[in-house]
């Protein structure tokens, strides 16, 4: 080991006095520098408007991406032929330009690259690919990638029967991320025609997009594992008793996860559903593997655990009918004309727009309370996921309006209390007279 590593140094130092340390190669790495400046203090004002005039358009966030990438590359473009330019000077004075060959070749590549990793969404994992497959090109280019290639093969260590080596690792780790990206472009693909594909409910869109993403991504792992040379027989014992550990530990997740999919099989519950669980009402937004998120109408987002919507009592407003009907309690004086107190409660609902006219609103004569005639009024509504106290708000506004137009009373508790006349708390009316001729109470305290 120690001795590679000498090698490596030693090769390093006679690189650099042979390609970097003479007056010709340092001329020619100023010549680069140079260009490199008027680069980009040229493209920067065009750049700009490039730039904007892209993000004006109304196009797929892909086709900007790689119009995005265009530009990217106009400035590598002008200073190729800076460089080139910089080159035939050197070659008039009988000097090979090695320097500014390999950086044009290298401005090459990097253009190569840019327009390809323009494809990939995430912009994160394309800067990562641009930077590490440009610097493969660059050692390539300088003559540098047989010395380190062999520098990292000969790091090396054993695990059981299997042996690996740090290049082996470095690949299957480059592997991964590009098995990896590639899934996650196919499924988004795949989860863009499922959306589209008519006749499929939207539970079932989303159960097919969740079992897609996982085989693609479990595939790729697994591809990513099988390239580095990880034997996978001796994974699977590994894992089934990792599994069983994490079975026990992990068991609510898990829980979780598996009642995820069978609410998506089964259609209980689906996004856009009117739901209401343990105290919580709102409308069903996204279902997700571990949870489904349920948005009030005061803007808060509760994230139910899928377990609790399959073992608890779950009330879905609108599972095979969107209709819903409202009981609106209102009590009347038992002195008003209860028949015209009915009629007024139906007119009063039919100017509510969420109303609905069929069926037509009715009302009922429910009970004889303590203090008022007890009735009732029902209408029925076709969008409870805007909400039900805006409904019986306007709707108890206008049975207001209309008692008031109409004379009929809404009583309020009253109670008569009886005082027996030998009660301690018996009231005694006295004259005047009485008061000034009559002393104090014998049983008084002076």
């Not at 010709?24 to 260009?35: D, E």
């Not at 472009?185 to 079932?204: D, N, P, Y």
Request: glycine letters at 6%.
């Amino acid at each position: 080991m120690e001795q590679t590593v000498q090698s490596i140094l030693q090769f390093l130092l006679d690189w650099l006095h042979t390609n970097v340390l003479t007056m010709t190669t340092a001329a020619q790495w100023v010549c680069v520098g140079i260009s490199f400046v008027l680069t980009a203090l040229i493209w920067r004002g065009f750049e700009r408007r490039l730039y904007e005039a892209i993000d004006r358009r109304e196009t797929s966030d892909i086709f900007r991406s790689v119009l995005r990438a265009v530009v990217d590359v106009g400035n590598v473009l002008a200073f190729i032929v800076l460089l080139q330019i910089c080159a035939a000077v050197f070659e008039s004075l009988e000097h090979v330009p090695w320097v500014l060959n390999a950086a044009s070749d290298l401005a090459v590549a990097w253009i190569i690259i840019r327009l390809l990793t323009s494809f990939i969404p995430n912009r994160f994992m394309a800067r990562v690919v641009e930077l590490t497959v440009w610097i493969v090109a660059a050692l390539s280019i300088f003559g540098l990638l047989t010395p380190i290639t062999g520098f990292l093969e000969g790091i090396s260590f054993s695990i059981g029967e299997n042996s690996y080596n740090a290049l082996g690792i470095i690949k299957g780790l480059a592997l991964a991320a590009v098995f990896l990206q590639a899934a996650s472009v196919a499924a988004q693909f795949a989860v863009a025609r499922i959306e589209k594909t008519e006749g499929l409910t939207r539970s079932l869109q989303v159960l097919l997009a969740k079992a897609i993403k996982m085989l693609l991504f479990t595939a790729a792992i697994l591809f990513a594992m099988s390239s580095v040379g990880i034997d996978l027989t001796s994974l699977a014992i590994f894992s089934s008793a990792l599994g069983v550990g994490i079975g026990f530990g992990l068991k609510t997740i898990f829980s979780n996860y598996v009642a995820g999919i069978i609410l998506l099989m089964d259609n209980s519950i689906k996004p856009g559903d009117t739901i209401e669980v343990s105290g919580v009402y709102g409308v069903v937004g996204n279902m997700h593997a571990r949870y489904a998120s349920v948005l009030t109408r005061s803007g808060k987002e509760y994230l139910i655990p899928n377990e609790l919507l399959i073992t608890g009592e779950v009330v879905n407003w609108t599972f095979s009918d969107s209709n819903v009907r409202l009981e609106i309690p209102v009590g009347v004086a038992y002195e008003s004309d209860v028949p015209k107190a009915l009629e007024l409660m139906k007119e009063a609902a039919k100017d509510v727009p969420r109303v609905l006219r069929n069926p037509a609103p009715v009302a009922w004569l429910m009970g004889f309370g303590d203090s008022s005639v007890d009735l009732e009024l029902r209408v029925w509504i076709a969008d409870a996921e805007s909400g039900v106290a805006s409904v019986r708000s306007g709707v108890l506004l206008n049975v207001w309006n209309l008692f008031h137009e109409h004379g009929i009373a809404i009583p309020f508790p009253q109670r008569d209390v009886l005082l027996k006349q030998d009660s301690s708390l018996a009231v005694h009316l006295e004259t005047p007279e009485q008061t000034i001729t009559e002393g104090p109470p014998e049983n008084s305290k002076e």
